[in-house]
């Protein structure tokens, strides 16, 4: 049978122009499912990087949001480098996860900076660096700010080209003191050029015969190691050979374009312009491939006009070069480039960047993950409807079932429809998410069974969906020296939509273990006097609700993923390791923050400790919050002022109103120097704490003697309270 699947290698120019013209153009795009593998989320557009490095736009200003772009046009999203690809077994190789397969590829996977022989001993001392991966290059440039004086040793940038000498003039810009050297063949610059380096006080150097601070490399451009090793044909900048139909002569179905392809009867420099230009006729043959009619062929220009910013203190102006010929600078070519860079990257801002389609389904509006759990009071009113009151009043993360006197067994279940694109790393992350009832239990994964819904597609397709989440699942439950013991899987009968693999639903039940006596920690057993510590910053909901809205999350992106893929296993572990010193229990109470938010889940806390404390004939107990404690991702509160929020913001905000209308003196949850905030501050630090999380943190009431003990990797956010 016949397996369909075409995959982008890379995040470059003209594969994010690809999705652009698909999402505008939905009739253009293949019917087969598409994926897109790329080292980054966020590609830099590297005409207008210079810019950012000479403080005139900011970094976001520059850069195209690769994974919110994938959303929008229905692309499966594979954040990941491609380590080779094996082009007999149609096979991607990826780092520390299961390959790919493909039926069909698109190769556009730019091109990285070459490192001069001479340069290699400085860039292994990090003494050097290179121009790319941009974002790289852009955090090690501003840690030099601090050192723009006159006194200190100069930065050289290396490069004979184009883009070494803007981004000269770019920090010039950037660092009006301290000396600047262009280590370059002064014979291959234009005198008009050169003599405006020398105005700029850039001076240029043949030979590195002096005491330097850093070296800056823009070296030319060559393809990556895992490139350069397969036997493609390539010119003698290690770009692909591609025909006038952009395809490969070596192997059927592979389109090469970008920096890292040439025609073979069109040669021409490495050129964002022609990235772009290319992908006209690059959509079309992609349609026209895979339903096996003849081809388009392109004829690219061979000279671009090519303009350089020269970034002067006043009245910006820039250089035209075309062919041996260098005009200006002119401020009539800088507007002329702003207007060009700024067209093209306000094609990739719009809010409307939804592609337009007739099918219907569940929205993909719709917040997924633990934000697609039903409403707190839609559980709760099913629950004492169907006799099951003890499971609205007294909820618990795990239960028990199984003892032997010493060792107790535990069990929880938890799923829910795919949070990502990606299959493997949404099995991974919902695998985690499971595993965090047991650790909110103080218990250990042991094993794991697994319930699968798959969307109804094209079988080998439906199996690599399949293997991908399988192998998401069993290598997360054997790094926690777990056992995956089976499952059961079918098919769903709703219409699914592309990306194909967001038709994904996951439930896991999972097996954890208390060993050598321990009991399991309850909700209901805070004690008056208690602090409550996180593990973790909120805001994960707001942060998907954001890329929804295609708003730039890079600033919190990496954090947050990383935070999603992270097992807090550790923690549980570190606490039995500091309760075998003290000979004692650090934990009375314990939860995890998911699907109800922080405020939903405390609400649990405090109603089954009540509850439990008034069988018991004990005091009732409240809780009072710190706001300013709670940690956020970075942008968060950004987006919070926006009016960002998951759709399950409203019913969770149901659960705090209901909490904050009763009387101060009675209300189970209270805020610290609540009179001395302001409205708008106040409604900001809730809507965090309304938030619903997935893989969120875990949540602890212990003696407040274990705070120094515990500092490191939990925070304290309150306290518990006599009512």
Same mark, same amino acid.
Request: glycine letters at 6%; charged letters at 20%.
């Given at each position: 049978?016949?397996?369909?699947?075409?995959?982008? +290698?890379?995040?470059?120019?003209?594969?994010?122009?690809?999705?652009?013209?698909?999402?505008?153009?939905?009739?253009?795009?293949?019917?087969?499912?598409?994926?897109?593998?790329?080292?980054? *989320?966020?590609?830099?557009?590297?005409? +207008?990087?210079?810019?950012?490095?000479?403080?005139?736009?900011?970094?976001?200003?520059?850069?195209?949001?690769?994974?919110?772009?994938?959303?929008?046009?229905?692309?499966?999203?594979?954040?990941?480098?491609?380590?080779?690809?094996?082009?007999?077994?149609?096979?991607?190789?990826?780092?520390?996860?299961?390959?790919?397969?493909?039926?069909?590829?698109?190769?556009?996977?730019?091109?990285?900076?070459?490192?001069?022989?001479?340069?290699?001993?400085?860039?292994?001392?990090? &003494?050097?660096?290179?121009?790319?991966?941009?974002?790289?290059?852009?955090?090690?440039?501003?840690?030099?700010?601090?050192?723009?004086?006159?006194?200190?040793?100069?930065?050289?940038?290396?490069?004979?080209?184009?883009?070494?000498?803007?981004?000269?003039?770019?920090?010039?810009?950037?660092?009006? &003191?301290?000396?600047?050297?262009?280590?370059?063949?002064?014979?291959?610059?234009?005198?008009?050029?050169?003599?405006?380096?020398?105005?700029?006080?850039?001076?240029?150097?043949?030979?590195? &015969?002096?005491?330097?601070?850093?070296?800056?490399?823009?070296?030319?451009?060559?393809?990556?190691?895992?490139?350069?090793?397969?036997?493609?044909?390539?010119?003698?900048?290690?770009?692909?050979?591609?025909?006038?139909?952009?395809?490969?002569?070596?192997?059927?179905?592979?389109?090469?374009?970008?920096?890292?392809?040439?025609?073979?009867?069109?040669?021409?420099?490495?050129?964002?312009?022609?990235?772009?230009?290319?992908?006209?006729?690059?959509?079309?043959?992609?349609?026209?491939?895979?339903?096996?009619?003849?081809?388009?062929?392109?004829?690219?220009?061979?000279?671009?006009?090519?303009?350089?910013?020269?970034?002067?203190?006043?009245?910006?102006?820039?250089?035209?070069?075309?062919?041996?010929?260098?005009?200006?600078?002119?401020?009539?070519?800088? +507007?002329?480039?702003?207007?060009?860079?700024?067209?093209?990257?306000?094609?990739?801002?719009?809010?409307?960047?939804?592609?337009? *389609?007739?099918?219907?389904?569940?929205?993909?509006?719709?917040?997924?993950?633990?934000?697609?759990?039903?409403?707190?009071?839609?559980?709760?009113?099913?629950?004492?409807?169907?006799?099951?009151?003890?499971?609205?009043?007294?909820?618990?993360?795990?239960?028990?079932?199984?003892?032997?006197?010493?060792?107790?067994?535990?069990?929880?279940?938890?799923?829910?429809?795919?949070?990502?694109?990606?299959?493997?790393?949404?099995?991974?992350?919902?695998?985690?998410?499971?595993?965090?009832?047991?650790?909110?239990?103080?218990?250990?994964?042991?094993?794991?069974?697994?319930?699968?819904?798959?969307?109804?597609?094209?079988?080998?397709?439906?199996?690599?969906?399949?293997?991908?989440?399988?192998?998401?699942?069993?290598?997360?439950?054997?790094?926690?020296?777990?056992?995956?013991?089976?499952?059961?899987?079918?098919?769903?009968?709703?219409?699914?939509?592309?990306?194909?693999?967001?038709?994904?639903?996951?439930?896991?039940?999972?097996?954890?273990?208390?060993?050598?006596?321990?009991?399991?920690?309850?909700?209901?057993?805070?004690?008056?006097?208690?602090?409550?510590?996180?593990?973790?910053?909120?805001?994960?909901?707001?942060?998907?609700?954001?890329?929804?809205?295609?708003?730039?999350?890079?600033?919190?992106?990496?954090?947050?993923?990383?935070?999603?893929?992270?097992?807090?296993?550790?923690?549980?572990?570190?606490?039995?390791?500091?309760?075998?010193?003290?000979?004692?229990?650090?934990?009375?109470?314990?939860?995890?923050?998911?699907?109800?938010?922080?405020?939903?889940?405390?609400?649990?806390?405090?109603?089954?400790?009540?509850?439990?404390?008034?069988?018991?004939?004990?005091?009732?107990?409240?809780?009072?919050?710190?706001?300013?404690?709670?940690?956020?991702?970075?942008?968060?509160?950004?987006?919070?002022?926006?009016?960002?929020?998951?759709?399950?913001?409203?019913?969770?905000?149901?659960?705090?109103?209901?909490?904050?209308?009763?009387?101060?003196?009675?209300?189970?949850?209270?805020?610290?120097?609540?009179?001395?905030?302001?409205?708008?501050?106040?409604?900001?630090?809730?809507?965090?704490?309304?938030?619903?999380?997935?893989?969120?943190?875990?949540?602890?009431?212990?003696?407040?003697?274990?705070?120094?003990?515990?500092?490191?990797?939990?925070?304290?956010?309150?306290?518990?309270?006599?009512?």
């Amino acid at each position: 049978m016949t397996f369909n699947h075409l995959v982008l +290698i890379g995040g470059g120019h003209s594969n994010v122009s690809l999705l652009k013209k698909w999402l505008m153009f939905p009739k253009l795009m293949p019917e087969i499912p598409v994926s897109i593998i790329s080292r980054d *989320s966020h590609l830099v557009y590297s005409a +207008i990087f210079p810019s950012v490095i000479s403080k005139s736009i900011t970094l976001e200003e520059s850069l195209i949001d690769i994974k919110s772009l994938a959303k929008n046009a229905k692309v499966s999203f594979i954040e990941e480098e491609v380590k080779d690809i094996d082009f007999n077994l149609k096979k991607i190789v990826l780092s520390n996860r299961p390959s790919v397969n493909y039926s069909k590829l698109v190769l556009n996977y730019g091109s990285q900076t070459i490192i001069p022989k001479e340069f290699e001993l400085l860039v292994k001392n990090r &003494n050097a660096f290179t121009i790319k991966p941009f974002l790289r290059a852009y955090e090690l440039i501003k840690k030099e700010d601090i050192f723009d004086s006159i006194n200190e040793l100069p930065f050289v940038i290396v490069g004979s080209g184009l883009a070494a000498i803007e981004l000269s003039y770019a920090l010039r810009k950037r660092w009006r &003191n301290r000396s600047l050297k262009l280590l370059c063949d002064s014979r291959k610059i234009n005198n008009t050029i050169l003599k405006s380096l020398r105005n700029f006080n850039i001076d240029l150097v043949e030979k590195l &015969n002096f005491d330097y601070g850093k070296i800056l490399l823009c070296t030319g451009n060559t393809s990556p190691l895992w490139a350069q090793k397969k036997l493609l044909d390539s010119d003698s900048d290690g770009r692909i050979i591609t025909n006038q139909n952009l395809q490969i002569k070596s192997f059927s179905g592979i389109f090469a374009v970008g920096d890292c392809a040439v025609v073979c009867s069109s040669k021409r420099p490495a050129s964002g312009v022609f990235a772009v230009k290319v992908v006209n006729t690059l959509v079309q043959n992609l349609k026209k491939d895979i339903e096996g009619r003849s081809l388009q062929k392109w004829f690219p220009q061979k000279i671009g006009l090519q303009i350089v910013n020269i970034f002067p203190s006043h009245h910006s102006k820039a250089f035209a070069i075309y062919r041996n010929f260098v005009f200006g600078p002119s401020f009539l070519f800088w +507007i002329l480039k702003y207007k060009i860079d700024l067209n093209f990257i306000n094609k990739f801002r719009s809010k409307r960047l939804v592609m337009k *389609s007739s099918e219907k389904n569940i929205s993909l509006n719709d917040c997924r993950g633990c934000a697609a759990k039903i409403p707190q009071f839609v559980l709760n009113k099913s629950l004492i409807n169907s006799n099951l009151n003890s499971f609205a009043s007294s909820p618990e993360d795990s239960v028990e079932i199984y003892q032997n006197g010493q060792d107790i067994i535990l069990q929880s279940v938890d799923g829910f429809p795919a949070l990502v694109s990606d299959p493997w790393l949404n099995a991974k992350i919902t695998t985690l998410h499971a595993c965090s009832d047991l650790w909110a239990c103080g218990a250990k994964l042991s094993s794991a069974q697994a319930l699968i819904s798959l969307p109804k597609v094209e079988r080998e397709f439906q199996s690599y969906l399949f293997s991908q989440s399988l192998q998401g699942i069993k290598s997360t439950v054997k790094d926690h020296e777990g056992e995956l013991l089976g499952g059961h899987t079918f098919e769903a009968r709703s219409l699914v939509n592309k990306p194909y693999s967001l038709g994904i639903d996951i439930s896991l039940t999972v097996q954890g273990i208390l060993k050598n006596g321990a009991k399991p920690w309850l909700k209901s057993r805070m004690n008056i006097g208690d602090i409550l510590m996180m593990s973790r910053p909120l805001g994960i909901g707001i942060y998907f609700a954001g890329q929804m809205q295609n708003i730039n999350m890079l600033g919190s992106s990496s954090e947050i993923i990383n935070n999603l893929v992270k097992s807090q296993q550790y923690l549980i572990d570190e606490i039995y390791l500091f309760q075998n010193q003290f000979k004692e229990s650090l934990v009375n109470a314990a939860t995890d923050i998911t699907g109800y938010g922080f405020i939903g889940h405390l609400k649990e806390m405090i109603e089954s400790s009540n509850l439990y404390r008034q069988r018991n004939n004990l005091e009732p107990l409240k809780v009072l919050l710190d706001l300013f404690a709670f940690k956020a991702y970075p942008g968060v509160f950004d987006l919070i002022r926006k009016d960002v929020k998951s759709t399950l913001f409203e019913s969770n905000k149901e659960i705090f109103d209901k909490i904050y209308k009763v009387n101060k003196q009675k209300r189970i949850i209270n805020f610290l120097n609540e009179n001395s905030l302001d409205q708008e501050t106040f409604n900001e630090r809730i809507s965090l704490l309304l938030d619903p999380q997935t893989c969120g943190p875990l949540l602890i009431s212990c003696n407040r003697k274990y705070e120094n003990v515990l500092k490191d990797k939990w925070y304290k956010v309150g306290e518990v309270v006599e009512m």
